[in-house]
């Protein structure tokens, strides 16, 4: 076989072509992992919902409604979780900044505005600190939230006068985390009056496992 002059021309038609290919490859691998990735996220998403509103606790859990709201540059998406008809409260997920982008908390909150749990679904702050997070707020952790209400309770870090110990050597992410649940529950309250965008309807029911 004769071998290719190494002129410009054919340089940029392998050039070109090399390119073409890894473009067809990569395309492939991302409609072939595509829907695995959007079920990991979706059971991650329902796991967490119940994990917010029962604690744990067996149980069928349903959701009813799913609204997208948009407040202070912010998507709030509130999940309103039913259980044998009656609605338990309302979960709300939203994604700030801390000390890193892309801190997505996932809060529980009952019909009174309660806070019943919490879930980080994503995080990208350092581990060891802003990641400590998704068990610094915990029931009996000494950021402990569970049970405060943002409505009744300065939920804000001690540093700045608040009722919440922030997580040692990392007030920004607590800062921020603070944040996102009391911007979830405002969220929640002007959830009738604010503009709705892409706002959906759809049930869901989930069974929850019993507690470990």
Known sequence: MKKLESTLPNMVIVLTCVSLISAT???????LTKEPIAQIERQTLEDGIKKVMLGGKAGELTVSRTDTVEMDNTAFIIYTAEQGGVELGKAVKATVTGFSPGLT??????VE?????YEILATAETP??????????QKGAKGDIIGKNPG?????VSKDGG????ITASTITSRAFLKAVNMEYKAISNAATE????????TEAY???EAE
Do not use: Y
């Not at 490859?25 to 409609?31: K, P």
């Not at 060891?128 to 707020?137: E, H, M, R, V």
């Open 25 to 31: 490859l990569l395309g492939v691998m991302q409609q």
């Open 207 to 209: 069974e929850t496992a």
């Open 163 to 166: 009722e919440v110990d922030a």
């Open 152 to 156: 009744a309770n300065n939920m804000t």
């Open 105 to 110: 908390v996932l809060t529980g909150f009952d």
């Open 113 to 117: 505005g309660n806070i019943l749990g």
């Open 128 to 137: 060891g600190l802003g990641a400590k997070a998704d068990q610094w707020f």
């Open 195 to 202: 503009a709705t965008t892409g706002a959906t309807t759809k």
